[in-house]
C-alpha cells in the first residue's frame, strides 16, 4: 500500500472535457506538490500547496489541498492534447523527515 | 533543459557487473536526490544528500552508495547488478531541502540483461 493513493490510474478522454484526479492519504503531510512527466523525461513541477484549504489555478489547472492537509485534487478543464502525460503527487508525511514520497501516479491521455 | 545534467543517459550491462550514474546538480542548488522509477513500484525515493552531507537515506540496498562532491556533482554507484535492477535512475536538485519542490534530470535508463 502507497502512502499516497492516486485515483484514477488511467483516465482517456476526449479534447475539451473536463477531469479531476485525487491523491490520498490517512498521514498529513507539511505539503504536497504535484508533477507532470512525460515519456522518456523526468517529472516536472506544477505546483506545491503548503496550506490546509489552499487552493492554486495555473491557467486551466486547478490544485486543491484539503483542509486537514491529507489529500488534494488536481483538476484540468478543457483538456488538451498537450496535457497528456503521467501526473504524480508528492509530499513530505509530517513523521518521514527529508523523504519526498511519491504517490502511484495518473496516466492521462487526452486524444483530439 | 531543466539544468539538471544526468550522464549517461542509457546503460547496458550484465548481470553483476558495477556501473556509475552521474548527476550535476542545477547551478546554485545544494541538495542532490536520487530516485529509482520502474513501472511496478513507481518512484522510489534512494537517498539525499545536502551540501556533501548524507540528509536521508531511503529504501536503497546495500550494494548501491553514492556521494555528493566539493563541486556539489554527485554520484550513483550500483554493484553486484541484478536483472531486477533495470530501471530508470533520477537525479533532482533543490537549492534548500526541497520543501518547495525538485527539478529533475532527464533521468539514466538502465538494463542489466
Known amino acids: 500500500t502507497q502512502l499516497l493513493e492516486q485515483s484514477p490510474q488511467f483516465l482517456s478522454i476526449q479534447e475539451g472535457e473536463n477531469l479531476t484526479v485525487y491523491c490520498n492519504s490517512s498521514?498529513?503531510?507539511?505539503?504536497l506538490q504535484w508533477y507532470r512527466q512525460e515519456p522518456g523525461e523526468g517529472p516536472v513541477l506544477l505546483v506545491t500547496?503548503?496550506?490546509?484549504?489552499e487552493v492554486k489555478k495555473l491557467k486551466r489547472l486547478t490544485f486543491q489541498f484539503g483542509d486537514a492537509r491529507k489529500d488534494s485534487s488536481l483538476h484540468i478543464t478543457a483538456a488538451q492534447p498537450g496535457d497528456t502525460g503521467l501526473y504524480l503527487c508528492?509530499?513530505?508525511?509530517?513523521?518521514?523527515?527529508?523523504?519526498?514520497?511519491f504517490g502511484g501516479g495518473t496516466r492521462l491521455m487526452v486524444k483530439p | 533543459d531543466s539544468g539538471v545534467t544526468q550522464t549517461p543517459k542509457h546503460l547496458i550491462t550484465a548481470t553483476g557487473q558495477r556501473v556509475t550514474l552521474r548527476c550535476s546538480p542545477r547551478?546554485?542548488?545544494?541538495?542532490v536526490y536520487w530516485y529509482q522509477q520502474s513501472l511496478d513500484q513507481g518512484l522510489q525515493f534512494l537517498i539525499h544528500y545536502y551540501n556533501g552531507e548524507e540528509r536521508a537515506k531511503g529504501n536503497i540496498l546495500e550494494r548501491f552508495s553514492a556521494q555528493q562532491f566539493p563541486d556539489l556533482h554527485s554520484e550513483l554507484n550500483l554493484s553486484s547488478l541484478e536483472l531486477g535492477d533495470s530501471a530508470l535512475y533520477f537525479c533532482?536538485?533543490?537549492?534548500?531541502?526541497?520543501?518547495?519542490?525538485?527539478?529533475f534530470g532527464s533521468g539514466t535508463r538502465l538494463t542489466v540483461v
Open positions: 500547496v503548503v496550506t490546509g484549504g
Open positions: 498521514s498529513v503531510f507539511s505539503s
Open positions: 533532482a536538485s533543490s537549492v534548500d531541502e526541497g520543501t518547495y519542490g525538485y527539478t
Open positions: 508528492a509530499g513530505y508525511p509530517n513523521n518521514a523527515g527529508n523523504m519526498l514520497t
Open positions: 547551478s546554485g542548488d545544494l541538495s
